[in-house]
């Protein structure tokens, strides 16, 4: 079984920066892309960012564009969020995901991703 270990998160004023990080079995991790979302209170699931296996590509949601930052380090199995100022509409659980083709280009769909880290709570105050 995948497992995903999300760490981070937590309660930031606006303007502030936070970083999360999701480590994965190595097995699940070469080669493969890896994706973040979130779902802010009382909506539904959005994508945040994803970054290719290489590390060497990266997409981002319109809203978090020249905010956020993904990255990984696949000698660490582990890949990360830093999220830099914050607004209170980024508010949300923060997921990391896995997603389910190896080598093929970045998703920006959750059905693209078949594990799911536990989520992890950002409350940016205003």
């Known amino acids: 079984q995948v497992q995903l270990e999300e760490s981070g998160g937590g309660l930031v004023q606006g303007g502030e920066s936070l970083g999360l990080s999701c480590t994965i079995s190595e097995r699940a991790f070469i080669g493969y892309n890896m994706g973040w979302f979130r779902r802010p209170p009382g909506k539904e699931r959005e994508f945040v960012a994803a970054?290719?296996?290489?590390?060497?590509?990266?997409d981002y949601a319109t809203s978090v564009k020249g905010r956020f930052t993904a990255a990984r380090d696949n000698a660490k199995n582990t890949v990360y969020l830093k999220m830099n100022s914050l607004k209170p509409e980024d508010t949300a659980v923060y997921y990391c995901a896995h997603q389910r083709s190896r080598f093929s280009h970045i998703a920006s769909r959750p059905s693209e991703y078949d594990y799911w880290g536990q989520g992890t709570q950002v409350v940016v105050s205003s």
């Open positions: 970054i290719d296996w290489s590390g060497g590509v990266t």
